[in-house]
C-alpha cells in the first residue's frame, strides 16, 4: 500500500509478474491519497507474463482518492509470450529455447537496468533466474 499525505506529492509503481509452471500469483495494492494531499500525482500498474498454460494471475489495483485535485491512475495487463513473436525469431536462427529466453528476459528489463549498474551481482542473479525460468517452463 502507498499513503500520499501533503508531504508525497507523487508516487508511481510499476510491478511486473512472470509466472510459470502451476504457481498462481495475486496482487493487491492500494494507493491511498489524503484528503489534505492536492495535486497529488500517483500512478499503479502491473504487467503479468503467463508463461504457462497452469499459471494465473489475480490482479486488484485499487485507488483510495479522498482529495479533489488530483491525477491518478491505476491498471493491469496480462499476457503472455506470443507465438507469432516466437515464429518471427526462430525465422531469425533462433531455436524455440533462446526465443523464448530472450523474450522473457526482455519483458522486465525496463526495470532491470538501474539494477544493473547499482547492484551488479543481483542483477546477474535476477538474469540468472529469468534463463532458468525460460527453461523450466517450456511447453
Given amino acids: 500500500m ?11 509503481q510499476e510491478h511486473k509478474n ?4 502451476s504457481a498462481e500469483c495475486i496482487f493487491k495494492g492500494i494507493i491511498k ?3 489534505e494531499a492536492q495535486q497529488t ?15 494465473k494471475v489475480k ?5 483510495q482518492i479522498q482529495a479533489d485535485e488530483v491525477t491518478c491512475s491505476h491498471g493491469a495487463a496480462l499476457t503472455q509470450l506470443d507465438p507469432e513473436e516466437l515464429f518471427y525469431l526462430a ?7 533462446n526465443a523464448r529466453r530472450l523474450m522473457l528476459s526482455g519483458f522486465p528489463m525496463d526495470l532491470l537496468e538501474g539494477l544493473k549498474e547499482l ?16 527453461e523450466s517452463n517450456a511447453e
Fill in 91 to 97: 525465422s531469425r536462427g533462433l531455436d524455440a529455447a
Fill in 18 to 21: 512472470l509466472v510459470g509452471g
Fill in 2 to 12: 502507498s499513503c500520499l499525505s501533503r508531504l508525497t506529492r507523487r508516487s508511481n
Fill in 119 to 134: 547492484m551488479p551481482k543481483s542483477y546477474a542473479r535476477v538474469t540468472q533466474k529469468l534463463t532458468s525460468m525460460a
Fill in 41 to 55: 500525482e500517483s500512478a499503479q500498474i502491473v504487467r503479468s507474463l503467463l508463461l504457462t498454460k497452469k499459471s
Fill in 33 to 35: 491519497v489524503d484528503a
Fill in 59 to 63: 490482479a486488484m489495483p485499487s485507488l
